[in-house]
């Protein structure tokens, strides 16, 4: 084979390599040292900015989201990167100790892309029952976000997943499409990504709804404590 044709297929195959691997989230090790249940979170940028607070870098060790659930009593693994959306769930692979709740918060991208509704929602059941968590989350997209046309797709997207909580007891719906919709100061000038305090908002709805799954799993255990929207 010719030099520059031996050079070609290796870039061609680097540049498949970035591609697969970027299409690969993985859960990373569990943290925290809590009794409560294991907790795995699936997601996008907004789930990335807030394990990261807004950085991007993974050598970081700080990891809020973590920090959050192990406030809670939970062990957690958060697996996100930007850019993900519910066709990435088929590749990702269970964490290596099965999670007793798994929040799936995805949607976003599905919606700016042109994924279907039936599409999406078919992608996170398949991967749900995969996982077979005790307990299943979804966390709804905003709709205040005339800009990415989600005005016009995130309804009917809600709706699906208010829907797919109505058939499965073991799924909640985190509503942060209702909860997010009278702060603006959450949001960036795109109306999607998140602020400080609207990462520190979307973390204490993670750990809400860790906490509501719990309840679920567990109805005798102890009531959560309640907190602030928006708090620390």
Request: charged content about 25%; hydrophobic content about 40%; aromatic content about 6%.
């Amino acid at each position: 084979m010719p030099t520059n044709s031996r050079a070609r297929v290796a870039i061609a195959v680097a540049a498949m390599t970035m591609f697969v691997t970027a299409c690969l989230p993985r859960f990373g090790p569990w943290s925290g040292d809590g009794d409560g249940p294991l907790v795995a979170v699936v997601g996008d940028s907004l789930v990335h900015a807030a394990q990261f607070d807004g950085g991007n870098d993974p050598d970081d060790p700080d990891r809020f989201l973590d920090d959050e659930l192990a406030a809670g009593g939970y062990r957690s693994t958060v697996s996100a990167r930007i850019g993900a959306d519910t066709a990435d769930l088929a590749r990702l692979e269970a964490p290596a100790e099965p999670a007793d709740v798994v929040i799936v918060a995805l949607g976003t991208n599905d919606l700016d892309r042109g994924v279907t509704v039936e599409r999406a929602i078919a992608n996170i059941v398949d991967f749900l029952d995969r996982l077979a968590p005790r307990c299943a989350a979804v966390v709804t997209v905003v709709v205040d976000a005339p800009d990415w046309g989600l005005d016009v797709t995130a309804p009917p997207y809600n709706a699906a997943l208010a829907d797919l909580g109505a058939t499965r007891d073991d799924l909640v719906v985190a509503d942060w499409a209702t909860r997010s919709s009278s702060h603006p100061e959450w949001f960036a000038h795109d109306q999607v990504h998140h602020t400080e305090a609207g990462r520190a908002a979307y973390r204490q709805l993670v750990r809400e709804t860790a906490d509501e799954c719990a309840a679920r799993i567990d109805p005798t255990g102890p009531e959560p404590e309640p907190t602030e929207p928006g708090g620390p």
